[in-house]
């Protein structure tokens, strides 16, 4: 696919579009930029290019043609073009076990924090093997470095741009998916690659606030035991609705906001009584802050779980997402019947 025309005129020369189009056949193309030629203005030469990439692209004139009619009107011509293929999509659902490890690459204050990311992981083998110019990472949110993605995976959609590789069999994505599995393990797992088309990534961004997720949290308390009334009162399946102002952990980056959310259900699991350790499994809406909804961030959500039981000193000590409740891939058994190979 041709992507743009390059032309270089030497020297200027006012008109430009309505001399080139006085020795041209493209009538039709003619007469969709009359307007310029009627209100007696001149193009620029932005304009002109502009004009010329339309005529190219339309296939009504020929690379040869356009050098013949440029040569024509302006003696010295010169012109280069480039050519580009569209971009292709991968997609996929990662898994995380790693509790050092960023989504992307992280920077505080000019200097890198950590190794590597989920990012460089995924879209390294991919850039490999695609040959493409550059990748461009989407996921449907994201989890915090010290959080575990386990469960079904976290959705994940990566743009190759200018692939000299423009299309994959299933057979090749699997081999490639155990490529990245080999060697990112043990921090990340992909599953379900498959060819994604464009129109669906609005999935990926559209289930940021609309999806579910469920969570395994790790519970301390401080100060007092937890009892088996405490893991009734945190034991519910009628959807409990907080109030959340942006925490104060991410108030440098995000903006100040009162945020309704649910807690869908909770259940209270792994309980030894005497201990001060609790297991809680739960679902909440897209954007719940679970760590500040466990020891309250200094009373910026209401009601915590300190609130629900009463007692102070209640913090998280270990979060893992066990899954993410989007619909991804759409439908991949049909799009990888659609792959097939072709090397530019």
């Not at 390059?6 to 193309?29: E, H, W």
């Not at 659902?93 to 990311?117: D, E, M, N, P, V």
């Not at 995924?122 to 575990?148: A, M, N, Q, Y």
């Not at 969570?215 to 308390?221: E, H, I, M, N």
Request: proline content about 4%; overall charge positive.
């Amino acid at each position: 696919m041709l992507s743009c025309l390059n032309v270089v005129i030497l020297p200027p020369k006012p008109n430009l579009f309505t001399d080139l189009m006085a020795g041209s056949s493209a009538k039709r193309s003619a007469k969709r930029m009359k307007f310029s030629m009627e209100n007696g203005n001149d193009l620029d030469r932005n304009s002109f290019l502009q004009s010329a990439n339309s005529l190219l692209k339309s296939s009504m004139l020929s690379p040869s043609v356009m050098h013949e009619l440029l040569a024509k009107c302006f003696g010295r011509v010169s012109f280069s073009m480039n050519v580009t293929v569209p971009s292709l999509y991968i997609g996929g659902r990662y898994l995380k076990h790693s509790r050092t490890l960023s989504q992307t690459a992280w920077f505080i204050g000019g200097k890198r924090k950590g190794t590597s990311s989920i990012e460089e992981l995924i879209c390294g083998p991919l850039r490999r093997f695609f040959d493409c110019h550059t990748t461009l990472f989407r996921s449907s949110g994201r989890e915090d470095i010290d959080v575990r993605m386990l469960g079904n995976g976290r959705p994940f959609a990566v743009e190759l741009v200018n692939p000299c590789l423009s299309f994959a069999t299933p057979q090749q994505l699997g081999q490639l998916q155990q490529t990245i599995n080999g060697q990112s393990a043990p921090s990340v797992e992909v599953r379900l690659l498959h060819v994604v088309d464009k129109r669906h990534l609005g999935q990926l961004r559209d289930g940021e606030s609309e999806k579910t997720k469920e969570y395994l949290a790790v519970l301390f308390s401080k100060h007092a035991a937890f009892t088996q009334e405490d893991c009734d009162k945190l034991t519910f399946s009628d959807a409990l609705q907080i109030n959340q102002k942006t925490p104060l952990r991410v108030l440098h980056r995000r903006t100040l906001l009162d945020r309704k959310r649910n807690i869908l259900w909770a259940c209270a699991e792994s309980f030894q009584p005497g201990s001060n350790y609790l297991t809680l499994r739960l679902s909440t809406d897209a954007g719940t802050y679970v760590k500040e909804w466990v020891h309250g961030d200094l009373g910026r959500t209401l009601p915590s779980v300190c609130d629900i039981l009463g007692k102070v000193g209640i913090d998280i000590v270990q979060l893992d997402v066990a899954n993410v409740h989007l619909q991804w891939p759409l439908n991949v058994d049909a799009l990888r019947d659609d792959c097939s190979v072709e090397k530019m």
